[in-house]
């Protein structure tokens, strides 16, 4: 099971620090989006607020971004470091209540959709408050084509007689395919969904990269659910396995996302 009780101030600093893989994709995401000049955007898991931000110097002073996300801790550091064209507030992608309806041009949940165990709230949710022909942008891990971290994990897992403990590494367990997605989008009421997988290489400097970017990325989640031995075991061979794809640039894995854009009906 993902808890939400994890995160702590030191994760919620250090995902504000690496999390340059998923602000990078994300900037993507927005220009897919095209965000213009006064328009009204919500930012769906909005974490430390660093894509928020970035789109509130795309709609200017006379747009507005707001963002909420479920961890305390880094809705309180996104309101603490972004300007003030971004605002953030805790809440979940299932209860948008606290917007009216038709309210933005824009909603987006970038590296979001794949930590909520049921898609089609969420989604109906965000229709709700866009305007009629608003658009929706989303990133998401790929089910059907796993990132390489979780390829090594599974062989790790596999090697140590752990298969079939996966959720207990607390990765990202709610993976949608990009089939599953679009049939998904139109039940929400988006009924020509843009979709395509794109493939990003990352190269980390050492072991020590990658555990801390997935425990930032994962709110504290990874490997958190393994009792401390099987912990130590899983960690020291996911380590040497990860050196293996060590290259001159770094260790070299690569990520795989759906990305996603809809227009509401209307």
């Keep these: 099971m993902v808890s939400l009780a994890l995160d702590s ?22 220009d897919d989006l095209q965000v213009s000049p006064g328009e009204r ?5 909005c974490g430390t607020g660093r894509l928020g931000a ?6 200017g002073p006379s747009g507005e971004v707001v963002g909420v ?8 550091l996104a309101n603490s470091k972004r300007g003030p064209g971004f605002r953030a507030s805790v809440g979940r ?11 933005f041009d824009v909603v987006f949940l970038n590296s979001v959709l794949h930590w909520l165990p049921e898609k ?3 989604l109906r949710e965000a229709r709700r408050v866009l305007k009629r022909g608003g658009r929706l942008g989303i990133s998401a891990a790929a089910k059907e084509r796993p990132h390489d971290v979780e390829r090594v994990l599974e062989d790790v897992l596999s090697s140590l007689g752990l298969t079939g403990t996966a959720e207990a590494s607390g990765g990202t367990t709610h ?3 990009s089939d599953a997605l679009r049939s998904t989008l139109v039940l929400a009421g988006f009924p020509r969904p843009k979709l395509q997988i794109r493939t990003f290489t990352d190269h980390f400097a050492d ?35 990860l050196e293996r794809r060590r290259t001159p640039e770094g260790i070299r894995l690569e990520r795989h996302l759906i990305f996603a854009v809809a227009r509401a009906d209307g």
């Design 207 to 241: 072991t020590e990269d990658v555990i801390a970017f997935n425990l930032a990325s994962s709110f504290g989640n990874f490997l958190s659910n393994f009792a401390p031995a099987d912990a130590a075991r899983v960690r020291g061979a996911f380590e040497a396995e």
């Design 54 to 59: 970035h789109v509130a110097e795309l709609v």
């Design 69 to 76: 996300d479920p961890l305390p801790l880094r809705v309180a």
């Design 93 to 103: 992608a299932e209860d948008l209540s606290q917007f009216a309806d038709g309210s």
């Design 120 to 122: 089609l709230g969420p």
């Design 175 to 177: 993976k949608v395919t």
């Design 9 to 30: 101030a030191a994760l919620a600093e250090t995902y504000d620090r690496v999390s340059d893989r998923q602000f990078n994709h994300g900037k993507l995401l927005i």
């Design 41 to 45: 955007v919500l930012d769906v898991g």
